[in-house]
């Protein structure tokens, strides 16, 4: 414990003897040249623009808009597809349900005219429009 103690006297007393320095050798300046030297200098923040800002704007527009714009034309266009093949099935499934919404009746689709001559037979049996020979009575 002892030992990190005197390590931070020792640190507290080179940044002083560091301050103590800079401080004299600025108390020998005249007051014309700092004001001078504080006039010629660029504000902080026009250098800033200059040197961080207008770099990040020209590889923003250059590189990561045409990539990005890139990558949204490639989701659009996946979901476009995705839209496309369940469009398909929809139809697929419409007509599916179209085939089976006619109702059949022994096999045969009600209301179509190409009835086996077996149905017809026992049809007009039942309507007692048949006789024996198997002629329909004048």
Request: hydrophobic letters at 40%.
């Amino acid at each position: 414990m002892i030992f990190f103690l005197i390590i931070l006297l020792i640190s507290i007393a080179g940044l002083a003897l560091l301050f103590i320095k800079r401080f004299l050798v600025f108390k020998t300046v005249s007051k014309e040249e700092i004001f001078s030297r504080y006039n010629s200098a660029k504000p902080f923040w026009s250098e800033f623009r200059e040197l961080f800002v207008v770099p990040t704007i020209r590889v923003h527009q250059e590189k990561v808009r045409p990539a990005t714009y890139k990558e949204i034309e490639k989701m659009a266009r996946r979901f476009r597809i995705s839209v496309l093949k369940i469009e398909c099935l929809l139809t697929r499934f419409t007509d599916y349900i179209r085939g089976k919404r006619v109702m059949s009746i022994n096999g045969n689709k009600c209301g179509c005219a190409n009835k086996s001559s077996y149905w017809e037979q026992l049809n007009n049996c039942k309507n007692g429009t048949h006789n024996q020979e198997g002629n329909t009575p004048p």
